[in-house]
């Protein structure tokens, strides 16, 4: 004890130490600490970024605890396609973002460490011994010589935190019903308002160093605020034209059973056109003459005049087709609507024709009372054929028999008289 209090009392009377003084904290020399801060800021990016990636993972369809008949002879299945739901595609944005966010602060955290590691650490010094300065510690240095990279890092991965955080509560709400969405949306909220008080208060030391920092590198400032005005245009894209309303497991159910209904009801109508098409079709061919026949003068397209018969099984625009029964002309409705005596290779396929029945009205060409045309290349065009008429053979034939029947008995009763 007494060689102590001698060597105690020797310090003291030469200066080397000052009663009451205690001595002050040496800033580390090299970037380890540093380092060491940058690698555990990457360490849990590059965490929540293999999250969200996995997250992206979405299954293809997503069940659905309820169902609902439909009608007498159908109901829903419980599950639903993913894109019917307006809230799990702001989820996948979201999550993209949390995955992009999360990845900038992890490469930019490595390329920090790169420099970190250079040797030009500490370069600068800003206190002394007697007066040191927080900006030579290595929080310090982080934020002041390697502001910019510094700063990236944490605005990314506080940006990435806000999207992890609404990419839960909007998948919650676009996979779960309200009585557990709204308990996990409440747990969230409060998480993330004990988040925000923390960095409120932590980030104090922060603010303090980048105001000297400010004053002496601009672009250190610049550069995160551009990464927080990039991050917010990417919410409010997520966000953007998304019915939130229609989103949720309830709604989209209900939506599901919607589009079925009127996809069932949409078919039925089409069922029900077919089939009145199809009995309109049978009723005119079973009104179309076997035998037509083309009867006249014509001055141009002679070739046309004579006997067609029906084509059996054959419509075009739903109208019955009759062919010539020694020549390349068939009769059938052109694009318009219109009667034409076409080529086979026209038929169904264009309107080009040698004659024309201006009649979209008449289903049968013999019941129409408009007057033929025929083209003519050296008229210029369409000429009218007045005397050309389209007459049921069948019909015709039997007037003629009526007509031959009748001078018959004129006869025959004269003779008795």
């Known amino acids: 004890l007494g060689r102590a209090a ?4 020797s ?31 990457k360490a849990s990016a590059a965490l929540f970024a293999a999250f969200a990636f996995g997250a992206l993972n979405l299954p293809g369809t997503l069940m659905i605890s309820e169902s609902r008949v439909t009608s007498a002879t159908s109901s829903v299945s419980t599950s639903r396609p993913v894109p019917d739901s307006d809230l799990l595609q702001a989820f996948v944005v979201l999550d993209a973002a949390t995955f992009g966010f999360m990845l900038i602060c992890v490469v930019v955290s490595q ?49 990435g935190l806000i999207a992890i955080l609404l990419a839960t509560v909007v998948k919650t709400w676009a996979v779960f019903d309200s009585s557990i969405a709204l308990p996990v949306t409440g747990v969230l909220s409060l998480s993330s308002a004990l988040m925000a008080i923390s960095y409120a208060s932590v980030n104090g030391a922060f603010r303090r160093l980048e105001d000297d920092a400010a004053r002496e590198d601009v672009w250190s400032v610049a550069s995160p605020a551009a990464l927080v005005a990039a991050g917010a245009a990417v919410l409010a894209v997520s966000f953007a034209n998304q019915d939130f309303a229609g989103g949720t497991s309830e709604r989209a159910f209900q939506n599901v059973v919607q589009k079925m209904e009127r996809a069932a009801a949409e078919k039925a109508d089409a069922a029900t056109a077919a089939a009145e098409r199809a009995a309109a079709e049978q009723a ?15 001055a141009h397209r002679r070739s046309c005049l004579g006997a067609y018969s029906l084509v059996k099984g054959r419509l075009v625009r739903g109208r019955p087709v009759w062919k010539h029964e020694t020549a390349n ?85 004269q003779a008795a008289r």
């Open 284 to 298: 005119l061919l079973s009104r179309a003459p076997p035998r037509v026949v083309l009867s006249g003068s014509l």
């Open 11 to 41: 310090a003291i009377e030469g200066g080397a130490w000052e009663a009451g003084s205690s001595p002050a904290e040496e800033q580390p020399v090299g970037p380890e600490r540093a380092m060491a801060i940058v690698s555990e800021l």
């Open 111 to 159: 390329q920090l460490l790169y420099k970190l590691g250079d040797g030009s650490y500490g370069a600068t010094r800003h206190g002394t011994d007697e007066q040191p300065d927080a900006r030579d510690s290595a929080l310090g240095r982080l934020t002041t010589q390697y502001g910019s990279e510094f700063r990236t890092a944490r605005v990314a991965f506080g940006l």
């Open 329 to 413: 002309r068939w009769i059938a409705t052109g694009p318009g609507g219109s009667w034409l005596v076409q080529e086979g290779v026209s038929v169904g396929v264009n309107g080009r024709s040698f004659l024309c029945l201006r009649d979209p009205s008449s289903a049968l060409p013999h019941e129409s009372s408009v007057g033929w045309q025929e083209y003519s290349s050296g008229a210029g065009g369409w000429v009218g054929a007045p005397s050309l008429e389209c007459a049921d053979q069948a019909a015709a034939d039997q007037a003629a028999a009526r007509e031959q029947a009748a001078r018959e008995q004129a006869v025959h009763e």
């Open 6 to 9: 001698a060597e105690v009392r």
